[in-house]
């Protein structure tokens, strides 16, 4: 037996654990050999949160109360006829069945291949007669779907088996969702190796105008894909992140469904295995944003981000709306070289200073600092008559942007925001605070926590502007009315 045909085992023995423990020497061994500690660590989370064969022949058993027809949209273009029938073998394992196939292909000639698959009265398949490019040849295939809901898969893609009844138990629980996605990972070679899962947040919207981290696997229902209109040429590379973008403006029943539901295949020829591959598609991707900004009546500057595929987004500040930088100075040995620091720090001029010190501060109004320190922030607050207001102290004081007043406000002037927070640096130039993740270890916990400055994180988190559930009080910039409506700030 040769190795490749060992491998061929081995990856079949991935998927079904009972033969793994019968053959559990052989297996470790080339697991050891032929995996690194990273897809080893996936592997083992594979085990033991994705469905084995008695629990995928349950889902088949199941009998939903709502069972929606799924109609999964592919653009073909000379599509492989391995890629094809691979995917099609991903669609007929899957343990719901209500579902058809919509294939509009494009090629310049009709694919040879393509009849011997078409026995299964759940696939259409329409010829075009020219290629219209991935968002064309989408549209048309959208045109041959009567599902309620529709979902858009690549040619060279794959659904594990369990991905549309993940779809339909979510569409049964939240009843009223129009758009659901979820998450993916990749596959590479003739025996599918799993790698690079991408573990999403929920729908986070100014995350999302900083990267696409949506990407597959997303479903629409009907009607909304329908408002939409499908997919815009215009578009084309960074069609299905203008879609989703497009999408977010129309609805708010946005759905995140926390599973691996999509394997995105790597080849030379995919943005998954070599993002240069379309290197035009991040330019798109910006005019995507620029115009979904435009339309939502936004003044914002858009420019490329740290890394490929990320956005650096400038808010405008609209007219002049008055700050006040609440500086807690009662432990600061040199109250007024602290209170020049941060006048020195920024450009911004509707600024007022108010110091809590025991001193009398020139150049700025000052309070005598009382026992209850939040008891006497919220007096404070109360009392503001600015637009949006800061709370500072002598932990940090060293700000290298002169244009970080208005780069807060420009934020914090959108309707959906109350509060936004800063990314804060130790001296030792590591992450004293970039957000709080609520129900992080049992409670609550600092996003990134001594990380070193600007270190590529998790979906790059240190270095584009994104939602998180919670920031802390301190050096965010906070919307004063907003704040006095809840009448106490802690």
């Known amino acids: 037996m040769n190795i490749n045909q060992k491998m061929k085992i081995y990856h079949f023995l991935d998927n079904h654990p ?41 889902q088949k058993r199941h009998k939903f109360i709502n069972q929606p027809k799924i109609s999964i949209v592919v653009p073909l273009y000379n599509t492989k006829e391995y890629f094809f029938k691979e995917l099609l073998e991903s669609l007929k394992k899957q343990t719901y069945s209500n579902w058809e196939l919509c294939l509009a292909d494009g090629s310049p000639e009709q694919i040879k291949y393509i009849s011997k698959y078409l026995k299964d009265a759940r696939i259409k398949y329409k010829a075009i007669g020219e290629n219209k490019g991935i968002s064309g040849n989408t549209n048309e295939a959208i045109k041959l779907a009567s599902g309620d809901y529709i979902g858009l898969l690549d040619h060279d893609d794959l659904l594990p088996p369990f991905s549309l009844f993940e779809v339909v138990k979510a569409i049964n629980e939240h009843p009223e969702v129009e758009f659901l996605y979820s998450d993916e990972d990749r596959v590479e070679g003739q025996f599918h190796k799993r790698y690079g899962v991408f573990f999403k947040p929920d729908f986070s919207k100014y995350t999302l105008k900083s990267a696409n981290y949506i990407c597959h696997f997303s479903v629409f229902k009907k009607e909304l894909m329908d408002k939409l209109g499908g997919e815009k040429s215009e578009y084309d590379g960074s069609q299905d992140f203008d879609i989703v973008v497009r999408a977010s403006e129309m609805t708010d ?238």
């Open 18 to 58: 009972t033969l793994k423990k019968v053959l559990v020497k052989p297996y470790r061994k080339w697991r050891k050999k032929y995996t690194t500690n990273e897809e080893t660590e996936y592997n083992q989370w594979i085990i033991q949160n994705e469905p084995n064969d008695r629990e995928l022949a349950k």
């Open 253 to 490: 029943k946005i759905y995140h469904i926390p599973k691996v539901l999509y394997h995105w295949r790597v080849h030379q020829e995919s943005t998954a295995g070599n993002s240069d591959s379309k290197p035009y598609a991040y330019e798109v991707a910006k005019n995507v944003i620029k115009d979904h900004l435009k339309r939502s009546g936004i003044d914002v500057e858009v420019t490329d981000g740290l890394t490929p595929g990320s956005y650096d987004l400038k808010y405008l500040v609209q007219g002049n709306p008055k700050v006040t930088l609440v500086i807690d100075a009662r432990q600061v040995e040199n109250v007024s070289q602290f209170v020049k620091n941060i006048k020195a720090s920024y450009c911004y001029k509707n600024v007022e200073i108010l110091v809590i010190s025991e001193r009398r501060i020139f150049g700025g109004k000052t309070v005598k600092p009382k026992q209850n320190r939040i008891a006497q922030y919220n007096e404070i607050i109360q009392g503001l008559k600015s637009d949006y207001f800061m709370i500072l102290d002598g932990q940090f004081i060293e700000i290298q942007n002169p244009g970080w007043i208005q780069d807060l406000v420009g934020i914090a002037q959108n309707e959906d925001v109350g509060i936004v927070g800063t990314k804060l640096y130790n001296h030792e130039k590591q992450v004293e605070h970039c957000g709080i993740i609520l129900g992080m270890n049992g409670a609550g916990d600092l996003l990134y926590k001594g990380a070193p400055k600007d270190i590529g994180t998790y979906m790059q988190r240190l270095k584009i502007i994104h939602n998180v559930t919670a920031v802390y009080y301190r050096y965010a910039m906070i919307d004063t009315k907003a704040c006095q409506t809840l009448r106490s700030f802690q």
